[in-house]
């Protein structure tokens, strides 16, 4: 168990070491989880998403970024960035979720684990940056809380669609990355979450990493005090009970059990803002080739953050260049 110095109203580890973090066991899903699920990747692989590429915004790292924007289920149209190695063709695609807040730029998830690699960055719908839709609240707080009065309409569903949404207007942009397997996924907290409940149903992508994932066993979330938009949902929750029977369909620990290919998380001991059985939750579930990266902390600003963050990326360079 690792603790820090903090002015939290509340344990950011939970009380809870590592031992006690790997026993957390996902949710049982909803007789017609994967139903859901697989009827929803059906409409958002049936999109046209009509990608269009604008103007080299920025150059580094051995990439030229790209405004872009391409269109996602309900005919909304979305933007982001896309990333182009700037010698010779790109022999890997990467489809990179962001965290709650979205995304101004590509900031930190540039560079790529791979050289010679592409990469979309979409914001999907609601998120700061080029995501904001009329209507979806953009803070985390009310984003989380869009919709959840039912599966249909949560708009954390359509988050996860925009991504697959997101790999189609990659591949369509570089026709070498089409088909099956030839895609990874990088995501962070709110984009680890998305990409646990996106991956379990997409044969695209061959190799994923998950760092910090948010939304693993909610019916624990909601019994943990957080600084993130769990505590939205733990508000919501204690005024409309009923709201557990849809959070089921959106458990990033139950999609996971269903998540067969080589995944790398990287989870968390003390984290304010996505409580660590909920991180561990989902790597636990995993029933393929797995990979743990056990970080001192989440969410919050440290000493040795840095180099840390150091052995993530050397990790992940390593974890994708064996599987991608």
Request: proline share 9%.
């Amino acid at each position: 168990m690792t603790s820090f110095a903090h002015d939290f109203p509340f344990d950011p580890a939970y009380g809870r070491t590592l031992d006690e973090l790997l026993r957390v066991e996902a949710p049982t899903a909803p007789g017609d989880f994967e139903a859901f699920w697989r009827a929803r990747h059906r409409e958002a692989r049936a999109v046209v998403t009509a990608p269009e590429l604008g103007p080299v915004e920025e150059e580094r790292d051995g990439l030229r970024l790209h405004a872009v924007t391409f269109t996602s289920v309900g005919g909304v149209r979305l933007g982001g960035w896309v990333a182009l190695p700037v010698d010779g063709p790109a022999e890997h695609g990467f489809v990179v979720g962001h965290g709650y807040g979205g995304r101004e730029r590509p900031g930190p998830d540039v560079p790529l684990p791979l050289p010679r690699s592409a990469a979309i960055l979409p914001c999907v719908r609601g998120m700061g940056g080029r995501g904001l839709v009329p209507g979806i609240p953009a803070e985390a707080a009310g984003h989380v809380l869009h919709g959840i009065d039912a599966r249909d309409t949560y708009v954390i569903g359509d988050c996860v669609a925009d991504l697959w949404c997101a790999a189609s207007a990659l591949q369509e942009v570089l026709p070498q990355l089409a088909g099956p397997a030839r895609l990874g996924y990088l995501g962070e907290s709110f984009g680890g979450g998305l990409g646990a409940l996106a991956l379990p149903w997409d044969d695209r992508f061959r190799a994923a990493q998950l760092t910090v994932p948010t939304f693993g066993n909610h019916p624990l979330r909601l019994t943990l005090p957080c600084a993130g938009s769990g505590e939205s949902v733990r508000a919501h929750h204690r005024l409309h009970p009923a709201v557990t029977e849809v959070l089921r369909y959106f458990d990033a620990a139950t999609a996971a059990t269903r998540l067969e290919l080589p995944t790398l998380v990287a989870a968390a001991l003390f984290d304010p803002a996505v409580p660590p059985p909920g991180q561990f939750a989902v790597y636990n579930a995993l029933p393929g080739p797995r990979e743990l990266l056990v970080l001192r902390a989440g969410h919050f600003a440290y000493r040795g953050i840095v180099e840390e963050t150091a052995g993530l990326v050397a990790r992940r360079a390593r974890f994708f260049g064996a599987h991608l």
